[in-house]
């Protein structure tokens, strides 16, 4: 099944730390999105790309970068990683040439920053 | 005030009863309405969409749309203990921008 998967599933770092987070899908999809999730504050956009060559700041971009490496793959990077980006991390891909902007979210990153 | 606002609950219904949440939006010209099923710690799970007015029904589960109020439903029927999850509602805004506005998502409990 076409699919979209993150890697790692579940990471611990301590702050100060560089960590890149990695997102892979093989869907077809042009559009790939980054969001975390906190509790009580719902799905936040990070960052978005809707193909290799644009890449577009969300409503809560800073303290991250990301790089749109192929069409299939998207990174989330967190340059010296802080406790508040303790959150659950999701990558998700949508394609409107098939008639919707619904989109497709793979399983997640736990991410602890001690 | 939030561009998709749900209430968070609980909401609470017996096992066999109608489920109903509810979502409003503050974008007139929101053009597309989904519906995600997110279990605690899984992710977002696409259960409906919805672009026109009225209802939609897929098989336990209904959309229902009205523009004119900015607002969507999702009608659970027959609902099962394992339909406890929390639903998010998400809308695509007016324009192509390719982004989904999410709620903050309503905690649905089934109770046997």
């Known amino acids: 099944d076409a699919d979209v998967t993150q890697t790692p599933r579940n990471r611990i770092t301590k702050t100060g730390k560089r960590i890149m987070l990695e997102c892979s899908q093989t869907?077809?999809?042009?559009?790939m999105y980054w969001y975390r999730q906190d509790p009580g504050l719902g799905l936040r956009l990070i960052y978005y790309?809707?193909?290799?060559?644009?890449?577009n700041k969300g409503e809560i971009s800073d303290g991250y970068s990301v790089s749109r490496q192929a069409q299939a793959k998207f990174s989330l990077s967190l340059e010296s990683a802080i406790p508040n980006q303790t959150a659950l991390y999701f990558c998700?891909?949508?394609?409107?040439?098939?008639?919707?902007?619904?989109?497709?979210f793979g399983p997640g990153t736990r991410l602890t920053v001690l | 005030q939030k561009e998709v606002e749900q209430n968070s609950g609980p909401l609470s219904v017996p096992e066999g009863a109608i489920a109903s949440l509810n979502c409003t939006y503050s974008?007139?010209?929101?053009?597309?309405f989904f519906w995600y099923r997110q279990y605690s710690g899984k992710s977002p799970e696409l259960i409906m969409f919805?672009?026109?007015?009225g209802d939609k029904e897929d098989g336990r589960f209904t959309a229902q749309l009205n523009k004119a109020s900015q607002y969507v439903s999702l009608l659970i029927r027959d609902s099962q203990p394992s339909d406890s999850a929390t639903y998010l509602c998400?809308?695509?805004?007016?324009?192509?921008?390719?982004?989904?506005?999410f709620g903050q998502g309503t905690t649905l409990q089934v109770k046997p």
């Open positions: 998700a891909t949508s394609n409107p040439g098939t008639g919707g902007n619904e989109q497709f």
């Open positions: 869907k077809g999809h042009d559009r």
């Open positions: 790309s809707f193909d290799v060559k644009d890449i």
């Open positions: 974008d007139r010209g929101s053009q597309s």
């Open positions: 919805i672009y026109s007015n």
């Open positions: 998400a809308v695509h805004g007016s324009g192509n921008t390719g982004k989904l506005i």
